[in-house]
């Protein structure tokens, strides 16, 4: 079977956040479990989004939904870890693109893991996809643009 290889450009992250591992987020093999890193990038995603001004959702009945989520794991995390989640932008089209996640941990400069989660803009009143508003593109003018 082939493996699933994320590998983004340096210079594509635009925001950080630290995120402590709860003794909760913990598994039975005693690290950081699958259901609980998933959490933890949906909340730096969250906190991302709330950064550049991006409600998830708005009163006209549109926001964004996530399509996919890609995950690689490179080492394990603990309880009471601090991680720095690094976040950026990519492989934008017309509906959406893809948010990146750069998983470390501060205290050895670990990499923990590497995420990739596809979105696209959607009208929940409609239960449709449309296009990605031109306010949402102006903040990343840089982001690589597929179609």
Same mark, same amino acid.
């Given at each position: 079977?082939?493996?699933?290889i ?17 003794i909760?987020d ?5 690290h950081?479990?699958?259901d ?6 949906? +909340? @730096?995603? /969250? =906190?991302? %989004?709330f950064? &550049?001004?991006i *409600? ?5 009945g549109?926001?964004i ?5 890609a995950t690689?794991?490179?080492? +394990? @995390?603990? /309880? =009471?870890d %601090?991680?720095? &989640?690094?976040v *950026?932008?990519?492989?934008f089209?017309r509906y959406g ?12 400069g670990?990499l923990i ?6 979105f ?19 903040l990343f ?7």
């Amino acid at each position: 079977m082939a493996r699933l290889i994320l590998d983004f450009p340096e210079d594509q992250y635009c925001f950080s956040t630290q995120l402590t591992v709860r003794i909760t987020d913990i598994n039975g093999a005693n690290h950081l479990g699958n259901d609980s890193m998933i959490s933890m990038i949906s +909340e @730096a995603r /969250a =906190r991302f %989004l709330f950064d &550049f001004g991006i *409600g998830e959702s708005r009163g006209d009945g549109s926001g964004i939904i996530v399509t996919d989520l890609a995950t690689t794991y490179k080492a +394990e @995390a603990h /309880a =009471r870890d %601090l991680l720095l &989640f690094e976040v *950026g932008v990519m492989d934008f089209n017309r509906y959406g693109g893809d948010i990146t996640f750069r998983i470390t941990r501060p205290a050895d400069g670990r990499l923990i893991a590497m995420a990739k989660s596809g979105f696209v803009f959607f009208d929940y009143r409609q239960s449709r996809v449309v296009a990605m508003p031109e306010a949402f593109r102006a903040l990343f003018p840089r982001v690589n643009w597929l179609d």
